[in-house]
């Protein structure tokens, strides 16, 4: 019964928490694919992120733009994340007669877990993406580790005069109220 008490907190409390401690962010991508990225938080749980990124594996410079809907773990400072959105990549190549395929454009999808400490934002993702036209490959994935700094750091709203006299009364009683229904 502890155990499924502390289950039903762990899932349950996450879930009522607002996500991100942050509105913008800016900073590097680094992994298989270099670049900048930036994110913007649009919505309670969402943000957009818009990545530029140069690969290290194919000769292509690569713009993305996604809408990622985030998850707090624990407190709105630790997220899981996932979203997707649309690439279009352009070929580094002067001699684009002679290359095998065209410029990229298609889908990409991204998973991962961020953390915001103060004013440095750090998050490690999985993104795989799908060319619909062109590329090198239909197929292919991604990770990388992002460094951002918050530039707009999300206000943290007190609590309203109802929730500050139920806090309160909280904790002038004594042990666990069984009869929490009565309040």
Do not use: C
Not at 18 to 37: C, E, F, I, K, V
Not at 60 to 76: C, D, G, K, N
Not at 152 to 163: H, L
Request: hydrophobic content about 35%.
């Amino acid at each position: 019964m502890k155990y499924l008490r502390h289950l039903l907190f762990v899932l349950i409390i996450p879930a009522s928490l607002q996500a991100q401690s942050y509105d913008t962010a800016l900073g590097m991508r680094l992994g298989t694919d270099w670049g900048l990225t930036v994110k913007q938080r649009i919505a309670t749980k969402t943000t957009l992120e818009a990545l530029l990124q140069s690969s290290l594996q194919r000769e292509e410079v690569l713009i993305t733009l996604m809408a990622e809907q985030h998850f707090p773990i624990l407190s709105r400072r630790m997220n899981v994340y996932y979203g997707g959105g649309l690439h279009k990549g352009w070929i580094n190549e002067t001699d684009l007669d002679q290359m095998p395929y065209k410029n990229p454009f298609g889908i990409t999808f991204i998973g991962g877990i961020e953390l915001s400490l103060a004013r440095l934002n750090i998050s490690y993702d999985f993104k795989p993406a799908i060319n619909i036209v062109g590329g090198q490959n239909n197929f292919y994935t991604q990770t990388g580790i992002s460094l951002r700094y918050i530039i707009d750091k999300r206000e943290w709203k007190p609590f309203s005069g109802s929730n500050k006299k139920k806090r309160k009364n909280r904790r002038k009683r004594e042990g666990f109220n069984w009869k929490f229904w009565e309040n």
